[in-house]
């Protein structure tokens, strides 16, 4: 599709003004309003970006996306629940805790901790660090935790989605039992994508069996 100059530059002139019209508002609004501005920002720029791809409802999603992650990274304050989680084991057991760049926090369980090879029963000593998540998911109204379950490249893919599914919804329903409301839970097996270690090694498989649990926050 070819695009005019013209509209090319209104699409580049609407996503700079909702930029600096949402960088104008931050400092003068609390956390969720924080949100809300990346939010309405993103959908803007979104709009700009339709002109030039030619589906603004499409465009529009993705801006918004890109807009409330931004929100996200300058409205909430994790030092709080990263203490605690950290403070419950987490350290010693190898469960890494870290701010993502996204704004999110995430939770990341390796298979040593978290489950025996093929299965998906939570191991006990996983569960004081799921204790203290679930602690800040009811404490923290705002909060919502999302997570994803993934296996090594051994086996069928068929049987390493369903275990990835399993071990999400395994995480997810624990925290359920321990008060937090399922409407602020999600789980998703994703198999073998994304790996983070060689699957051609036995370190590097073991890396790649975890359950990666996000936190992040809504307005």
């Keep these: 599709m070819k695009v005019s100059m013209r509209t090319a530059r209104y699409a580049s002139g609407v996503a700079i003004i909702a930029l600096m019209a949402g960088c104008a508002n931050m400092d003068n609004m609390g956390r969720g ?33 890109i807009g409330a992650v931004a929100g ?14 950290e403070q419950s084991g987490a350290r010693s057991l190898g469960v890494d805790v870290t701010e993502m760049p996204d704004g999110t926090l995430r939770v990341n369980i390796p298979s040593n901790v978290s489950f ?14 799921l204790d203290s998540v679930a602690r800040a998911l009811i404490q923290h109204p705002e909060l919502r935790a999302k997570s994803i379950g993934y296996t090594d490249s051994t086996g069928s893919a068929a049987t390493n989605q369903t275990l990835s599914n399993n071990r999400a919804s395994a995480v997810t329903n624990y925290l359920s039992r321990q008060g937090v409301q399922l409407g602020k839970l999600t789980a ?29 926050a809504v307005q």
Excluded: F
């Design 33 to 65: 309003g924080k949100t809300a501005v990346g939010a309405g920002a993103g959908a803007a720029v979104g709009a700009g970006l339709g002109a030039l791809i030619g589906d603004s409802s499409k465009a529009a999603l993705i801006g918004a996306g």
């Design 72 to 85: 996200s990274i300058a409205g909430y304050n994790w030092s709080g629940v990263k203490n605690d989680v």
């Design 116 to 129: 025996d090879t093929g299965k998906y029963q939570l191991k006990p000593a996983l569960l004081p660090v």
């Design 188 to 216: 998703e097996g994703r198999g073998p994508s994304n790996p983070i270690g060689d699957n051609a090694t036995v370190e590097g498989r073991a890396m790649n069996r975890r359950v990666e649990l996000y936190l992040y």
